[in-house]
């Protein structure tokens, strides 16, 4: 053989490696807000809540102005880790006070073992991928290395977080740790940041409350507004970090409110969380990655919280588990394609872990700009939670915030909605 039959696969090896490699994974951050109003932003159209750093970040991404969520964070943060909507995925409300067998409410070990009995988590999926993975904030019931983060600030099983709801409140120093740490180590990384903001309790610092005191607001608007302040803030402070740390264009941000808020009224409203309405369920969502994707507004696609887990597991090169039912976010031609959306309101209790319809308050579709609500069996188990008590019909397009119920002025629309109800998986239905 001569010297250069020899050579050849040699040089084909090294060379073959740096064709085929493919660009490096991209870094991923989701930030998720709580309990945040859909109109409670500057790109929103509010005029009184001040949020340039989110108003920043929006106008450099993919930005879909109707997002829907469910309407109470437990249930919305287990579709984020799992993919799938409440009746799937079989978290349905945030406690087991009401729970018809025989539970220690401060025991949380069956709703651990509801989310830990979906075969796909998120957190897992990217570990797997090869992610250093990291979780802050809200979590509720399972600790970060029950659904797979490879570090986290909540330790221990229990309600909202535990102590992963320092983040945000106390800073954003935890968070630049894990980074510093994953650049050493030179592994793409995931940051889960669900600071409890602007949740109550609304008590930002004086500097964020006297922007807005003095200018005829309520007095709850005041106080909710400066804690939407201040949480804007910490995702400003979060994307600066990144610019020094020169990790801007490789890293992509996205961003939802696991569920919405009156901002005006708060808990006085009736309308916003554990409540079916806009204001409880609808939120901006969108996607920043810098060179990568597009910046554009749309006013018109729907999203869902489900579509966050597709998105999220092909920017990381994950295998997503089959027969999920979201959309790839930045996967125009499917979202467009996808004309209705579903949400699920249930009790702020669960009635029942092996069958969700016993906690079924409304099913809601929202297909174009039409909107219906169906009752369940169940009825508010709160007193700042409203529903209808009839099946309801909006025309989000003329009325965004649901002050006319078309149901009897145009049943045939109803109908086809219904229709839409039947083809869905009902409630009862689980998907392992």
């Known amino acids: 053989m001569t010297f250069s039959k020899l050579l050849l696969p040699l040089l084909a090896f090294p060379f073959g490696l740096l064709l085929a490699d493919e660009p490096a994974k991209p870094n991923i951050i989701l930030i998720i807000s709580d309990d945040q109003g859909f109109c409670d932003y500057g790109f929103m159209g509010n005029k009184d809540v001040r949020t340039p750093h989110l108003d920043r970040l929006a106008s450099q991404s993919l930005v879909y102005t109707r997002g829907y969520v469910m309407p109470v964070c437990s249930p919305s943060l287990a579709c984020l880790l799992t993919g799938k909507l409440p009746h799937a995925h079989g978290i349905t409300g945030n406690d087991l006070e009401k729970c018809a067998a025989p539970v ?18 998120l957190p897992k999926s990217l570990s797997d991928s090869g992610y250093l993975t990291f979780q802050t904030g809200k979590l509720w019931n399972v600790s970060y290395s029950d659904v797979g983060f490879s570090s986290g600030m909540t330790s221990t099983e229990g309600r909202h977080g535990e102590a992963g709801l320092t983040i945000g409140r106390e800073g954003l120093q935890p968070i630049y740790d894990f980074i510093e740490g994953a650049q050493e180590k030179k592994k793409p990384f995931f940051v889960w940041y669900a600071p409890m903001m602007p949740h109550l309790p609304h008590n930002a610092p004086q500097e964020f409350l006297s922007h807005f005191q003095g200018r005829g607001l309520t007095k709850e608007a005041e106080q909710y507004y400066a804690m939407v302040e201040w949480f804007d803030q910490t995702c400003g402070e979060l994307d600066e970090f990144l610019t020094r740390k020169h990790l801007t264009e490789n890293t992509v941000i996205l961003y939802l409110a696991d569920n919405g808020w009156d901002g005006i009224n708060a808990q006085k409203g009736r309308r916003a969380k554990l409540s079916p309405y806009e204001l409880g369920i609808r939120t901006p969502m969108f996607v920043r990655w810098p060179g990568r994707v597009t910046p554009k507004r749309d006013d018109e696609t ?21 027969g999920l039912p979201g959309v790839d976010l930045l996967d125009s031609d499917a979202m467009t394609a996808r004309k209705s ?16 319809t016993k906690s079924l308050v409304t099913r809601v579709v929202i297909d174009g700009w039409s909107k219906l609500l169906v009752p369940g069996k169940s009825t508010p188990d709160t007193s700042f939670a409203d529903a209808t008590k009839a099946t309801a019909l909006y025309d989000l397009k003329a009325d965004p915030l649901e002050k006319s119920d078309l149901a009897k002025e145009r049943p045939k629309e109803v109908a086809r909605l219904q229709g839409l109800l039947k083809e869905f998986p009902p409630p009862s239905s689980r998907a392992e």
């Open 104 to 121: 220690n409410k401060e025991d949380r070990s069956p709703l651990v073992k509801q989310l830990l009995g979906n075969s796909f988590l």
């Open 302 to 322: 729907l999203a869902s919280i489900i579509d966050f887990v597709p998105t999220i597991t092909k920017l990381s090169g994950g295998k997503l588990a089959a």
């Open 341 to 356: 959306v579903f949400v699920e309101a249930y009790t702020h209790d669960i009635a029942d872990l092996t069958d969700p």
